[in-house]
């Protein structure tokens, strides 16, 4: 439900886990059900900004400049362990995100629509790594965690392993111009004040949380209406309710948050606050939707 709420919302999803839990088999799986193109990136520390977007070329046979675009230009970006990659290159990947469009040699080139960015960060090993800052942290709509697998489902996917590849199994559901139908149908999803107000309300107790000390950004309260739109759609309503807006709304707080050590020391954590914000913001009333 997440990964295609921030897809329908135009948004992007960071995918942070141990290692070999399927964080880049999800990101492929969702690029595969998607008839489009799709850009992969393999982040080391010598990726340079130029590696993402593309660079311009001589050509000597006729004198002229061509420019070659970098794997950005699709409308699924997976990008693997983007915490291995420079600053530098983060941040070239980060502008891409927030601006949906590619400078390169002085010349704007836009990028495709939709475009989604699912990049994926290894929260254990950290040597040799460069963590994403919380203002980059921003830019991702949610985070998500795809946890251990049950007993069975591991069991289940040995056997399936064996012989084939359970992505070559995946076809496409849908093409970029459905898609884009989707999402311009997402965008017209009615919000009523009250529940933008309860989207406001639940990102400024953030701030106020003795156990935090960065709260979620102005930034939050639109990314966090966007995916309740995108639920309610999802959900096959024409209006968002407190209980869409409630729905997602760890997975599009939590990794925006800085908690202060004391809070981590007794063992509270990201998620546990953004439940407690959960549990004492008012719900709007029916009647006041």
């Known amino acids: 439900m997440t990964t295609i709420a921030v897809l329908l919302a135009e948004g992007h999803l960071l995918v942070e886990d141990v290692p070999g839990v399927g964080k880049t088999t999800l990101a492929r799986a969702l690029a595969r059900t998607i008839r489009g193109t799709v850009g992969r990136v393999q982040f080391t520390p010598d990726l340079l900004p130029g590696d993402l977007t593309g660079m311009t070329i001589y050509r000597t046979h006729d004198g002229t400049f061509e420019f070659r675009p970098g794997p950005i230009f699709a409308n ?20 891409c995100m927030e601006e949906r469009q590619a400078t390169v040699d002085g010349t704007t080139h836009e990028l495709p629509r939709p475009f989604l960015v699912v990049a994926t960060q290894n929260p254990v090993e950290m040597e040799g790594t460069y963590p994403l800052p919380e203002a980059q942290r921003d830019r991702f709509t949610a985070c998500i965690s795809v946890g251990y697998p049950s007993a069975d489902a591991e069991l289940e996917m040995l056997e399936r392993r064996e012989t084939t590849d359970p992505l070559d199994e995946i076809e496409p559901v849908t093409d970029v111009a459905t898609l884009g139908r989707f999402i311009d149908v997402v965008h017209r999803v009615f919000a009523a004040e009250a529940v933008k107000r309860y989207a406001i309300d639940l990102v400024r107790a953030t701030r106020e949380d003795p156990d935090v000390r960065l709260g979620a950004s102005p930034r939050a309260s639109v990314q966090l209406l966007r995916v309740a739109r995108a639920v309610a759609a999802l959900s096959g309503r024409e209006y968002v309710t407190p209980d869409d807006v409630q729905r997602l709304a760890a997975p599009v707080l939590a990794h925006r948050l800085v908690v202060n050590p004391s809070a981590r020391a007794s063992g509270r954590n990201a998620t546990d606050i953004v439940d407690g914000v959960l549990a004492r913001v008012p719900v709007p009333t029916p009647a006041r939707r």
């Open 76 to 95: 699924v970006v997976i990008g693997d362990e983007i915490n291995r990659a420079s600053p530098k290159t983060q941040s070239a990947l980060l502008q």
